[in-house]
């Protein structure tokens, strides 16, 4: 099977390329943090406000666009805290929205598939009259919270590949 690995966390991964990006851009008050756990994970954690029409907490990865045309599947594997998440992806890091697959976590390790072609694209929440995904290049991955109620949460991630 044909995959390749975007990004595997382990105790000496550099994270230096990955920003939280919150609600404060808006003028909420969300506050989060992203790190690398004595166990060797990505570690997304934090609390959602809504106060300021505030509301989401995220993390991205921007890199060199890569061409993706011979894959078709995200699997990414993860630890939750029981709360819903959204898994986003660029085609391109000029385009202002994403393509988003929700994600439900269990609390458990989980290994998630995500077919290109069942991302949707969004832009601030609203969904756009545009193909899903067609998975020709991608520039950008992302996990966002934002489940409309203010919250703590904590998202670890082990690794992130294409399928």
Avoid: C
């Avoid at 509301?55 to 990865?61: A, D, E, H, I």
């Avoid at 660029?90 to 069942?118: L, M, P, V």
């Amino acid at each position: 099977m044909n995959n390749t690995m975007l990004f595997d966390f382990s105790t000496g991964a550099n994270i230096d390329q990955w920003r939280v990006v919150n609600d404060g851009v808006m003028g909420g008050l969300s506050q989060s943090q992203f790190s690398v756990n004595k166990e060797g994970h990505g570690l997304f954690n934090g609390n959602v406000s809504l106060e300021n029409n505030g509301g989401f907490s995220s993390v991205r990865y921007a890199f060199e666009t890569l061409e993706v045309s011979t894959y078709s599947q995200i699997e990414i594997r993860v630890k939750g805290d029981g709360k819903s998440y959204q898994f986003r992806v660029k085609a391109d890091r000029s385009q202002r929205y994403s393509y988003i697959a929700n994600i439900e976590t269990s609390g458990e390790w989980e290994t998630i598939t995500i077919s290109f072609d069942k991302m949707y694209p969004a832009f601030r929440g609203r969904i756009l009259e545009f193909p899903n995904y067609e998975g020709q290049e991608l520039s950008e991955i992302a996990f966002l919270i934002g489940n409309k109620k203010q919250e703590d949460f904590a998202l670890e991630i082990d690794y992130l590949k294409l399928l």
